[in-house]
């Protein structure tokens, strides 16, 4: 059973600084892996999808990673911002068509002015 | 373009009523997916439609679960007998074959 480990927890940093999030996963087996901010109250917005073959996907200020082999995914994100404060969550996809995702249990991120 | 809505946004119900919950995806997206997320578990898949065909309900928790898709757009899920372990927020989502899942804002049950 695919299991989605993302750590820390939760993440607090002043703002301008680059920062990293992880996200583990234990089958290597992956259709896709998306990274996904949420605000508080809202659905999740899609930030970056990368397909198993590839190994980043930049967007703006993020850049997403793969290494399939070893299970890890990080999203990178530059020159943060208080507006980058959200929750972010990592999910893949198994492979097979059937796009059912499996989630991280999310990094709570706020950036302080 | 119009994205994926979700109806009610919030639904308060009692113990053993039944709810209907509502999506409409985005135009011409063919896969559509529902989830749900409540604090004690994360967000997990419900059941997964291409068409109006479900090839994946996996994820329904129980036989008072179900869900259908008309028309191959919108989507209905249905919760009967409501307990209060179905508290969450249940979201919609949807794709064009398989590409990136585009996410509703989500309907919060509250079962009292």
């Known amino acids: 059973k695919q299991e989605v480990t993302q750590i820390p927890a939760a993440l607090s940093v002043p703002e301008g600084e680059n920062l990293v999030l992880n996200c583990s996963f234990t089958d290597s087996a992956i259709y896709n892996l998306q990274w996904f901010r949420q605000d508080p109250g809202k659905g999740l917005t899609s930030l970056l999808l990368i397909q198993s073959s590839q190994r980043e996907q930049t967007s703006g200020r993020l850049n997403a990673s793969l290494d399939k082999s070893s299970g890890r995914s990080t999203l990178y994100i530059a020159a943060s911002q208080p507006g980058d404060s959200a929750t972010y969550l990592c999910a893949v996809s198994p492979p097979g068509g059937a796009q059912k995702l499996v989630f991280g249990q999310g990094t709570r991120l706020t950036i302080n002015p | 373009g119009a994205g994926v809505s979700q109806s009610p946004s919030n639904k308060v119900t009692e113990k053993g009523k039944d709810v209907e919950l509502r999506c409409d995806p985005i135009?011409?997206?063919?896969?559509l997916y529902w989830y749900r997320q409540s604090l004690g578990q994360g967000l997990e898949f419900l059941i997964y439609f291409q068409g109006n065909s479900a090839p994946d309900k996996s994820g329904l928790p129980s036989d008072r679960f179900s869900a259908e898709r008309t028309g191959g757009s919108v989507s209905t899920l249905t919760i009967q007998r409501t307990q209060q372990e179905d508290s969450a927020v249940y979201l919609c989502?949807?794709?064009?074959?398989?590409?990136?899942?585009?996410f509703g804002p989500g309907t919060r049950l509250t079962v009292l």
């Open positions: 135009s011409g997206h063919t896969a």
């Open positions: 989502a949807s794709s064009h074959r398989a590409d990136t899942q585009y």
